[in-house]
């Protein structure tokens, strides 16, 4: 019996288990359509880390608990990224007519979500929800300009995935001049 629940133990931690792309990894590109403040856009990640480091989160749905407290502690802290010249981007498998409405509600407009329909940037990341593929798991990359992931942090709960980028965003500014 004992080896039993030992063998369900691993199993089950098997499930929970991360794969996701971990430091020194290359950030695979994408490009896709997101909403900001109820805009549509095609937005690019090369794009984006022209501009400094990128925050890329992945969240499981739109409208849920844990995910719109996550964007609302991300909203908060827009402004606290800018000024280590770091953006902000969710992506869940939610369409993009979700999002839009999302955005604005729960993103307050602060920062673009983008739509992964057909879960090819989940499945680029290693960020899907065990034994729900499709679904992205709550996860956070801080991605250096230079296409690099500089930290990845993964947990069902949404409440350290803003300080622990926010901390790591903080760290690699220290040590790299503004662009």
């Known amino acids: 019996m004992a080896a039993a629940c030992l063998s369900a133990a691993f199993s089950l931690h098997a499930l929970t288990a ?8 290359t950030a695979p590109d994408f490009k896709t359509q997101a909403s900001l403040g109820g805009k549509t856009y095609t937005y690019e990640l090369a794009d984006a880390l022209k501009k400094g480091p990128v925050v890329l989160y992945f969240y499981p749905a739109a409208f849920t608990t844990g995910c ?4 609302h502690e991300f909203a908060d802290a827009v402004d606290e990224y800018k000024k280590y010249g770091a953006t ?3 992506v869940s498998h939610d369409n993009i007519e979700t999002l839009t409405k999302f955005s604005v509600s729960e993103c307050r407009s602060k ?6 329909e057909n879960s090819k940037i989940i499945d680029s990341y290693d960020a899907g929800l065990p034994m729900h593929a499709s679904m992205a798991n709550r996860v956070s990359y801080v991605i250096a300009p230079d296409g690099k992931i500089i ?5 069902l709960s949404p409440e350290q995935h803003v300080g622990n980028t926010l901390k790591a965003v903080k760290e690699w500014a220290a040590t790299h001049k503004p662009q």
């Not at 920062?111 to 992964?116: G, S, T």
């Not at 930290?151 to 947990?155: F, H, K, V």
């Open 68 to 71: 719109t407290i996550e964007a």
């Open 18 to 25: 991360s794969a996701t792309l971990k430091p020194g990894d």
């Open 151 to 155: 930290y990845e942090y993964t947990s």
């Open 111 to 116: 920062f673009p979500v983008a739509a992964d």
């Open 88 to 90: 902000v981007i969710g």
